[in-house]
């Protein structure tokens, strides 16, 4: 069922807490033949989307996250790569004097007019690429002072890269995650990434907002009314501990894990040990990826 992946260079124009870049790859590796659309309704740094393009794993894209200037700024990394460039390079150059004050001056800046320029600034400066709000939605996350971001240049291949993947093919939107799925059809595969169980409706909003495990639960026994093919990563275990609940059988999900290294979510916890992923594949996937014989593009060794 699972495919072999080569390695090739995939862009990415920013960090973000609970990306799934370096495990990208593994994940694309459950994905059929034949996906028309990629839909990714919990996006953040869109890490899968732009691995399944630059793959050639699917024709068109759906991203969309709950976080609206999040997704303004996708729309400026997909449809205008140069004004964007332009502007974060403004930035980074007008920050050397005192990167330290200008930080909070974007910050502060951003918290009015929720700018998709200053938000890709401050995601290249925050600690660790961890997004936090405060309880009334204003970003709060402090930056981090050793770094002063990527360098504009690097900046500038990463999103020019981004953009010749995704532009013309990709919708973009900031609706509730239910909206996007009940948008799928057959032929279409759900990429779902919801916030970690540890991390939702906590006092450390590390997210614009939560997710209730139950209202999840219902959400794809509604999809499996529908045969939807989707996969999730959710939640995993780091050393012996295990985080969050596991999704429940009722829903018929194959349930894997993958070896994701020491990821961002270990070192947010603190800890040094080897992170593993649940990933679940919906019934229907299961059925589209047993009932065909796996894909021999070129990338497969
Ligand atoms: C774990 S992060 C996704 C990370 C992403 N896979 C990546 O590679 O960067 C979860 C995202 O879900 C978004 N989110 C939270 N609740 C949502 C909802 N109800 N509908 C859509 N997006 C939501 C958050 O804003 C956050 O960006």
């Known amino acids: 069922m699972k495919l072999v992946i080569k390695a090739i260079n995939v862009p990415h124009p920013f960090p973000y807490q609970g990306s799934k870049r370096g495990i990208a790859k593994s994940i694309l590796s459950y994905f059929p033949s034949d996906v028309h659309c990629l839909m990714e309704p919990f996006c953040g740094a869109s890490a899968v989307s732009i691995a399944a393009a630059a793959y050639g794993f699917a024709e068109q894209f759906i991203l969309n996250d709950l976080n609206k200037p999040l997704m303004d700024l996708w729309s400026e990394i ?14 980074w150059i007008e920050q050397q004097p005192d990167p330290k004050t200008y930080f909070f001056k974007v910050r502060n800046e951003f ?51 981004v953009s010749a ?23 279409d595969l759900i990429y779902m990434d919801p916030p970690y169980q540890g991390t939702s409706f906590t006092r450390d909003h590390r997210y614009l907002n939560g997710l209730y495990y139950e209202d999840f639960v ?8 529908l045969n939807l093919s989707y996969i999730i990563s959710y939640d995993g275990i780091t ?21 994701a ?23 229907s996937l ?3 990826l047993e009932s065909k014989k796996p894909s021999i593009k070129q990338h497969v060794h």
Request: charge should be positive; charged fraction near 25%; glycine fraction near 6%.
């Open 218 to 225: 219902d959400a794809l026994s509604y999809m499996n009314e």
């Open 261 to 283: 290294g020491r990821s961002s979510q270990a070192t947010l916890l603190g800890n040094d040990h080897e992170t593993i992923e649940s990933l679940y594949l919906s019934p």
């Open 286 to 288: 299961v059925c589209r």
């Open 111 to 161: 918290n009015k007019t929720h700018n998709p320029y200053q938000l890709l600034y401050l995601l290249a400066r925050i600690v660790k690429g961890s997004v936090r709000y405060s309880s009334d939605g204003q970003f709060n996350q402090s930056a981090d002072n050793r770094r002063f971001g990527m360098k504009p240049n690097t900046m500038r291949q990463n999103i020019f890269g």
């Open 165 to 187: 993947l995704l532009s013309k093919k990709t919708i973009i939107s900031a609706v509730d995650f239910r909206q996007v799925v009940k948008k799928a059809n057959k032929n």
């Open 78 to 91: 997909i449809e205008r790569p140069s004004v964007l460039c332009d502007e974060y390079e403004k930035q």
């Open 239 to 259: 050393g012996e501990k295990a985080h969050g609940k596991l999704l429940p059988d009722s829903l018929h999900l194959k349930h894997l894990y993958i070896h």
